[in-house]
């Protein structure tokens, strides 16, 4: 598919790595709907570096796990960019759930976004998508969808069902709409972290270093390029899987 003139949305689109996919489809031409929750201010900001490319750029807010926020999200999108033509589904909470749990609170605000989300958006994107013809998704996953971390159950276990969840909808949605996801490792670290732990991460990579969100962006906008390519994954790790 060739990215430009496209309209794509992109969930957690304002900042951290789906702030890089959105600036990565921007640059392409794409016109971006930047989805987000509570962060009004970075879903701005997002907007107006994305004008910088000449696109049509908006932000909508709407909590994904919602199914009727998602449906009237994406009937606004139509309605001022037309039919999403490339879906991202990016949106992510990362909190700890360590086994057992006294409350599900976390549980359920973690899984209920990584899973209920994406499938409520691949599933009204794909209505328009099939409609039209041709469509993309991609999923956001990440190494813990195979590798678990001890205290964040609630995490993996929903990356995982992304993972699933990708092959489940290329197979369904085939031959019109393809469905990849990629899946990144250490490519950006939390505000918290000390330069004593990003250390000893960048260590166990094969590349000895962190990667940058970019390199996400870029495995993202291949996949959405390579017309014969589905039910896959790219893995953007620096061979942490590999490393010691």
């Known amino acids: 598919m060739n990215i430009n003139g496209k309209t794509a949305l992109i969930t957690g689109g304002a900042h951290r790595i789906g702030r890089a996919i959105t600036l990565e489809l921007a640059s392409k031409g794409a016109n971006v709907i930047i989805n987000y929750h509570n962060s009004e201010n970075m879903a701005e900001q997002t907007v107006t570096e994305a004008n910088k490319y000449n696109v049509k750029a908006m932000a909508i807010q709407a909590d994904v796990s919602n199914t009727n926020a998602v449906i ?16 991202i589904n990016s949106a992510s909470i990362f909190k700890k759930t360590p086994l057992p749990l006294n409350t599900t609170h976390n549980w359920d605000e973690v899984t209920n976004t990584l899973i209920k989300g994406a499938f409520n958006c691949a599933n009204e994107a794909s209505k328009h998508m099939l409609s ?14 195979w590798i678990p971390r001890s205290g964040y159950a609630a995490h993996a276990v929903g990356k995982s069902a992304l993972m699933g969840m990708t092959r489940q909808l290329a197979v369904d949605l085939a031959p019109h709409v393809r469905v990849n996801a990629v899946a990144p490792g250490p ?43 589905t039910g896959e994954y790219i893995t953007v790790d620096g061979g942490e899987r590999y490393g010691k």
């Open 132 to 145: 039209t013809g041709s469509g993309n998704i991609i999923n956001i996953v990440d190494i813990m969808a």
């Open 72 to 87: 009237n999200m994406f009937t606004k999108s139509q309605n001022e960019l037309g039919p999403v033509q490339i879906l």
């Open 187 to 229: 490519v950006l670290a939390p505000n918290d972290y000390s330069q004593e732990t990003k250390d000893k991460i960048a260590s166990r990579t094969l590349l000895k270093r962190w990667g940058k969100p970019e390199d996400v962006s870029k495995a993202v906008s291949f996949l959405i390029e390579s017309d014969y390519i």
